[in-house]
């Protein structure tokens, strides 16, 4: 099946330091999301890409659906303590009958 | 309400015993989603309902998971003679449609389950 390839697994960085993760798959895809799940909640939807090379921001998040339709990433610039947790990607398919997969997800944490 | 809700938010049981988890979406969603979380993991997709049938039940991880849908609405989770290893976090979520531009799912808080 369809398998959407995210990396990096985790990441440890300084706070105000930029993070940069991103998704790759075998497919191409027509709809790119990205969310974050904060410890003992469930994920929430940051930022939702529909067309190809599409750059959407969203605060100090920056999101892009690459011009392939095969790969998306997300930026998140000048990092802070609350944008820890897990990130995952998410991409759909150009068929109307196919949920949306997602990407085993990026863990941030920021080092004291 | 709001968003995507589900009850219990947490629930400790026995092995053996069953567990009904429960999932109610965002009004006029027509698709619904189950996921399982094991700590610090990615999400496992279990099974989802276009309306009230389940056109993908290929991730129920055995027959002792089961789940129905009614009404187009609420969903329960079934889990029965529990065994330690279904302790997780389970997610539900919902969207518009599967597909065609109305896919993005909007996810709930989760039920903690530990079986002891």
């Known amino acids: 099946g369809q398998q959407l390839n995210q990396s990096p697994q985790s990441m440890f960085i300084q706070e105000g330091e930029d993070v940069s993760m991103n998704c790759t798959s075998s497919s191409i895809f027509n709809t790119w999301l990205w969310y974050k799940q904060d410890p003992g909640e469930g994920p929430v939807l940051l930022i939702a890409l529909y067309k190809a090379g599409e750059l959407t921001s969203n605060g100090r998040l920056t999101a892009q659906f690459g011009i392939t339709r095969k790969d998306s990433f997300l930026n998140i610039s000048a990092s802070i303590p609350s944008d820890v947790g897990i990130y995952f990607c998410a991409g759909a398919t150009m068929n109307r009958d196919d949920k949306i997969i997602f990407g085993k997800g990026t863990r941030l944490h920021i080092l004291p | 309400g709001a968003g995507v809700s589900q009850s219990p938010s947490n629930k400790v049981t026995e092995k053996g015993k069953d567990v009904e988890l429960r999932c109610d979406p965002i009004?006029?969603?027509?698709?619904l989603y189950w996921y399982r979380q094991s700590l610090g993991q990615g999400l496992e997709f279990l099974i989802y309902f276009q309306g009230n049938s389940a056109p993908d039940k290929s991730g129920l991880p055995s027959d002792r998971f089961s789940a129905e849908r009614t009404g187009g609405s609420v969903s329960t989770l079934t889990i029965q003679r529990t065994q330690q290893e279904d302790s997780a976090v389970y997610l539900c979520a919902s969207s518009l449609a599967v597909g065609g531009g109305g896919e993005t799912q909007y996810f709930g808080p989760g039920t903690r389950l530990l079986v002891l």
């Open positions: 009004s006029g969603h027509t698709a």
